[in-house]
């Protein structure tokens, strides 16, 4: 059964407090990206990666970091510099042309 | 910044009527998608035109698009209560890598 996978689907963090979502697709898709989306809006761009060990900021890339070791996983980590890191995040695949995205289920994080 | 912007931000029909959304962009584009995302979902791709198409369909689903204008415009027809959904338009911006997004339409199809 081919697609991406997210988790945790829901995420708790602390002040100060690093947390690291997940992201794992079997569509041996080059691509992957990071988005977020906040509430009854559309979705920003944060990082996204055109293959294995290489990426590049997106749009709101501030408090966020990526890795891309392997074809397959590309999480992402909200470190404590993001000041207002609460949302639903949303992690996509494409083909190298980055036609059509294939989108996995979301995270939402909170902040307690 | 959004690049493409959905009108109206919410549309609420009966089922059976048809539900028409409209997406404008601001740069050139090499195609426009839209996409549904059902309340605290992924996004599910529905349809792509390229900028050298002028209409398209997919089932209850027509897609139309004015280059001259930086408009689209989805059609779906015979709505049904499983069609509620947020709705968005997306484009590349002329990239081959990234999409834009627009803040979507809140579609609520009452049975």
């Known amino acids: 059964d081919g697609g991406i996978t997210q988790s945790p689907k829901y995420l708790f963090r602390k002040e100060g407090q690093n947390v690291t979502l997940s992201c794992e697709q079997n569509?041996?898709?080059?691509?992957m990206y990071w988005y977020r989306q906040d509430p009854g809006q559309g979705l920003r761009l944060i990082y996204y990666s055109q293959i294995v060990n290489d990426f590049q900021k997106g749009d709101i890339a501030e408090g966020y970091s990526v890795s891309r070791e392997k074809k397959e996983s590309f999480p992402l980590t909200v470190t404590s510099a993001q000041k207002n890191p609460t949302a639903f995040y949303l992690c996509a695949s494409s083909e190298p042309r980055g036609e059509t995205q294939y989108f996995g289920p979301g995270t939402r994080l909170l902040v307690l | 910044s959004q690049q493409g912007e959905e009108d109206p931000q919410a549309l609420s029909i009966q089922e059976g009527e048809n539900a028409t959304m409209n997406c404008s962009y601001k740069t050139s584009i090499n195609n426009l998608q839209w996409y549904r995302q059902n309340s605290g979902r992924g996004l599910v791709h529905l349809i792509l035109?390229?900028?050298?198409?002028r209409e398209k369909h997919s089932g209850r689903l027509r897609v139309t698009l004015d280059t001259s204008k930086k408009s689209s415009s989805l059609l779906i027809t015979a709505s049904r209560a499983a069609d509620t959904a947020s709705y968005f338009c997306a484009t590349d911006g002329g990239s081959s890598y990234k999409l834009i997004f627009g803040s979507g339409t809140r579609l609520l199809v009452r049975p």
């Open positions: 569509l041996n898709h080059d691509a």
């Open positions: 035109i390229r900028s050298n198409e």
